[in-house]
């Protein structure tokens, strides 16, 4: 458990700063807002992409790791985009006829979801990368502590 505790804040506060820089790039203003909002926002999808990448951890593990590492990328971002997709789409279904501007899913998607996607794909990214650091670091305490 925390394992998944330290993994989930580790690749949150990582998304977080790439919310931060990303947002300095576009528009300064908000910059810091971006990175205090976008933790809260995004602990709780961080927390279900981190179970469900310990779901692939198990089930894909090639001869090469960079190999591993991209595959459960890529697989974790097809899941996360997924994911996103159908919650714009519930919120259209949900809460469409509060706001008659967003009864268009893609509208939906491209004012409310898409300035979510730096923070989709920094956290595809950072999870296998954090998880293997933090299997590396595990190991290494393990052998300290085994001699």
Known sequence: MVRLIKLT??????????????????????????LFYSFGNILIPTFIAVLVFQLLRKK???????RTIALQTFILTVILFLGIFIWATIDVLLFGHLHREHWNITKEFNSEFKPWLPALFSLAFFIPLIDRRISRNDTKLEDKYNR
């Open 9 to 34: 804040l580790l690749a949150d506060l990582a998304s977080c700063l790439v919310m931060f820089f990303s947002y300095l790039l576009i528009n300064p203003k908000f910059a810091f807002l971006a």
């Open 60 to 66: 894909i593990n090639l001869s090469n790791s960079f």
